[in-house]
């Protein structure tokens, strides 16, 4: 067990000596990858995509340009189709945002209940997917139903601190006649910027409580949620100067990893999957002309293959920066798992388990000097 509660900075040497035990002493590449792949579906992973489409030109829209998507082959027969049955393609879009939607849930889910495999194979040294899934099933969708609401009610009050503002300005007038009224527009967007940020922030810790202290507590407890995070905030909550230092170190900590990891995606996606992306590219292009031939039906085919493509490309990209960065990724766990197991005892002693007493040594019995025997009679 951990004798005693860990700053904050103390908790940063014993991770990195775990890391270096789990994957260094001895190095199993067999178990590299696969906890490579675990980290992955059990959303062990920080970071995120940002993808920026500019569609001004899209189909040759743009007649000052005589060059363009327009001349690409089959794009402007797709740009045609967009035009003459906008209501089969409202229907695709739909389609494929209900179709990521329901992706993004289902990997919510089997990260819930992969995330307690996960916290195995770093406590244990091993793991078994199949197993795990069934031995954790029940605390995971405790988990899952908790994050999607924990979900929701973040992305919605994000949408709401952005949607509200904007109504309230085009109520106003604002922008409808912009130039006249840039500095009341300013102030309002510097204002909902505030907002965000700050309802970023607030989820920022609560998702770290979460993953750091409550589903370690689910795991011991084999409790319900609300009752780990009670059990959590006692624990951690006692001491809430601790607490606020963890979180500032747990970000500075952040800032660095996102930093190595995306050092890392660069170098790997110019030389591992950039001639993935040509080859995808191409199939693209290729596909255009076919489904241009085909019709209306033949571009929705093509771009259902873009949607499952482009997810499959994710998951290799990200799969691939695991297996480079797992020690990163292997350090932030232990890093949260260290600072809880010095303030929770069931925790503690599995990092640290307490060595068996020495043997003592039986008393050895008293020394007895030998018999003297008598000396021959002096004549």
């Known amino acids: 067990m951990i004798p005693a509660p860990l700053t904050p900075v103390d908790c940063v040497s014993p991770a990195v000596a775990h890391a270096k035990r789990l994957l260094f002493q001895p190095f199993r590449m067999r178990f590299w990858l696969k906890l490579a792949i675990l980290a992955v579906l059990s959303g062990a992973l920080t970071g995120g995509c940002n993808g920026n489409f500019n569609f001004r030109n899209f189909g040759g829209m743009n007649d000052k340009t005589s060059t363009g998507a327009k001349d690409a082959p089959g794009f402007g027969k797709i740009a045609d189709s967009i035009r003459t049955h ?19 849930v ?41 994050q999607l609401l924990f979900g929701m009610v973040s992305t919605g009050g994000t949408l709401a601190l952005i949607a509200i503002p904007l109504w309230a300005a085009w109520k106003k007038g604002i922008l409808t006649d912009l130039p006249r009224h840039l500095p009341e527009f300013f102030a309002g967007a510097a204002v909902t910027l505030l907002a965000i940020a700050g309802l970023a922030l607030i ?14 507590t689910m795991r011991y407890q084999r409790a319900g949620f609300l009752s780990a995070w009670q059990t959590a905030w006692d624990h951690v909550g006692a001491t809430p100067g601790s607490l606020a230092l963890y ?133």
């Open 86 to 104: 906008p209501g089969m393609w409202a229907g695709v879009a739909t389609g494929v945002v209900a179709f990521l939607l329901i992706v993004f």
């Open 106 to 146: 289902v990997f919510m889910f089997v990260s819930s209940v992969l995330r307690f495999v996960w916290l195995d194979a770093l406590l244990a040294g091993q793991f078994h997917i199949r197993a795990g899934w069934r031995f954790w099933r029940h605390e995971g969708v405790r988990l899952f139903g908790w």
């Open 203 to 216: 989820s920022f810790f609560i998702g770290t409580f979460i993953h750091d202290f409550v589903v370690p």
């Open 247 to 379: 979180y500032l170190f747990k970000v500075v900590l952040l800032i660095a990893a996102s930093i190595v990891v995306g050092i890392v995606s660069i170098f790997v996606f110019l030389i591992v999957l950039l001639p993935l992306l040509l080859i995808g590219v191409i199939a693209v292009l290729l596909g255009a002309l076919i489904a241009a031939g085909l019709g209306p039906v033949g571009v929705a085919i093509l771009i259902t293959l873009g949607v499952l493509f482009g997810l499959a490309f994710g998951f290799g990209l990200a799969y691939l920066n695991t297996v480079v960065t797992l020690p990163v990724t292997v350090f932030m766990q232990y890093y949260g798992l260290y600072y809880f197991g010095s303030r929770y005892h069931p925790l503690g002693a599995q990092l640290v388990p307490e060595l068996p007493p020495a043997p003592v040594a039986p008393p050895l019995p008293p020394l007895v000097p030998p018999p003297t025997e008598p000396g021959p009679a002096l004549a």
